[in-house]
């Protein structure tokens, strides 16, 4: 109460208002989710659709409690959200490190930046058997692939926050005397944070295609081989409830980044 007695009325109304759409937000994506699930569990139910093609939410439930009892579920987990975890920090730590090699020189970014585009266009799948190849079948294959498909992102979308700095500023900087680094430290980096989290609400995506294409191709394990084997045993309920787990853990690791997003808002 003692915090509000320093608000205007309008204020107050102002803040209320915004809680409201908040909570109106937050219900509105569990009553979406509740209702597509609802929805999928009905139609298999009164056999509008063929529950053994698509599955239902009852017999995802089921395979996760067979996997559970198994041992599998959590080794399966671990291993993909391991490579996912991993490849996504690399990404993201190398591309941001090339982004500030390219944005500390510009004839450095005229002469690669072409290549990146190249580089960004090749379709990675079909760069599975040179991984095989060159890496072997482990685990480090996988990790390899997720980060190929999201390091361009990361190198693109971070360079292009560095360049969208305020001309003004960087001249006024310059005009202090201030060098490249501490340009970069002081004023880049700082004015570059929203770019930077949407860079990796992104590649949190990314990181997750790159793990399961790499588990697709090598893999004896993981959440990427549970759905090629479901699909060539013809056991669907497990490629649903591979998916299905896939869509959570993605969806938390989106939700951690949102979190760091506002933490990082709050101090800057």
């Known amino acids: 109460m003692k915090n509000t007695m320093n608000f205007s009325g309008e204020h107050l109304a102002y803040l209320k208002k915004q809680r409201r759409r908040k909570i109106i937000i937050f219900l509105s994506r569990w009553l979406i989710l509740a209702l597509i699930l609802g929805l999928w569990e009905l139609l298999t139910y009164f056999k509008v659709m063929d529950p053994f093609i698509t599955s239902s939410p009852s017999r995802v439930i089921r395979t996760i409690g067979s996997l559970y009892e198994s041992g ?16 996504f920090f690399i990404a993201v730590a190398a591309g941001y490190s090339i982004a500030v ?80 680094l501490a340009t970069l430290t002081k004023l880049v980096v700082p004015a570059s944070l929203p770019a930077l989290m949407n860079t990796l609400k992104v590649a949190v995506g990314l990181a997750w295609i790159g793990s399961i294409m790499g588990e697709y191709i090598v893999s004896r394990a993981g959440l990427g081989y549970l759905i ?14 591979a998916t299905f787990i896939l869509c959570v853990l993605a969806g ?16 800057f």
């Open 72 to 87: 599998d579920l959590f080794r399966h987990i671990g291993i993909t959200l391991g490579e996912t975890v991993a490849g």
């Open 101 to 180: 090699v390219l944005w500390s020189s510009e004839t450095v970014r005229a002469v690669v930046e072409p290549y990146i585009v190249v580089l960004n266009s090749l379709p990675k799948i079909a760069l599975g058997p040179l991984i095989i190849i060159w890496i072997g079948t482990d685990c480090t294959a996988i990790i390899f692939m997720t980060v190929i498909v999201g390091i361009i992102l990361c190198i693109m979308n971070t360079l292009a926050g560095f360049l969208a700095v305020d001309p003004t500023k960087l001249t006024l900087m310059k005009a202090m005397g201030a060098g490249r």
């Open 228 to 241: 090629v084997y479901g699909g060539q045993v013809m056991k669907l309920d497990l490629v649903m409830t």
């Open 252 to 267: 938390c690791m989106y939700g951690i980044i949102a979190l760091i997003e506002k933490f990082v808002v709050k101090q």
